[in-house]
């Protein structure tokens, strides 16, 4: 993680968010690619589920470079992301997004349920 002064300032902005700005490096443009997602913070953690699964363009750069920035509210910071594919955990995820996103939530939208995506802020 680059030292970010504000570390906290970004997880206050993350709760009171329902989405945030990722950006990762193209793994072969080698260029920032940037979307905006949905994520559920756990303590620490920052949570994210790509959309389609691990058939995602983000998903796929950053198995390629692990290295994913956040931002929110104007304030981002640069973090190792960690990858998990574990079935039962991945379905577990998606219970604190339905529980999130209640309103706006649509099956539909997780067309592929495989992985998951942790960053330890």
Same mark, same amino acid.
């Given at each position: !993680? #680059?030292?970010? @002064?504000? /570390?906290?300032?970004?997880?206050?902005?993350?709760? /009171? +968010?329902?989405?945030?700005?990722?950006?990762? =490096?193209?793994?072969?443009?080698?260029? #920032?690619?940037?979307? $905006?997602?949905?994520?559920?913070?756990?303590?620490?953690?920052?949570? %994210?589920? @790509? !959309?389609?699964?691990?058939?995602? @363009?983000?998903?796929?750069? %950053?198995?390629? *470079? @692990?290295?994913?920035? %956040? #931002?929110?509210?104007?304030?981002?910071? =640069?973090?190792?992301? =960690?990858?998990?594919? *574990? $079935?039962?955990?991945?379905?577990?995820?998606? *219970?604190?997004? /339905?529980? #999130? &996103?209640?309103?706006?939530?649509?099956? +539909? &939208? &997780?067309?592929? /349920?495989?992985?998951?995506?942790?960053? $330890? %802020?």
């Amino acid at each position: !993680m #680059k030292d970010s @002064p504000d /570390r906290e300032g970004l997880l206050r902005k993350l709760e /009171r +968010s329902n989405e945030v700005s990722i950006a990762v =490096t193209g793994r072969k443009s080698k260029r #920032k690619v940037s979307a $905006p997602v949905w994520f559920v913070v756990d303590g620490a953690k920052v949570t %994210l589920v @790509p !959309m389609k699964g691990t058939d995602s @363009p983000w998903f796929k750069n %950053l198995v390629k *470079d @692990p290295q994913i920035e %956040l #931002k929110a509210g104007g304030t981002g910071a =640069t973090f190792k992301a =960690t990858i998990v594919r *574990d $079935p039962e955990r991945v379905e577990g995820v998606l *219970d604190r997004f /339905r529980a #999130k &996103y209640k309103s706006t939530w649509s099956e +539909s &939208y &997780y067309t592929k /349920r495989d992985v998951y995506v942790e960053v $330890p %802020l």
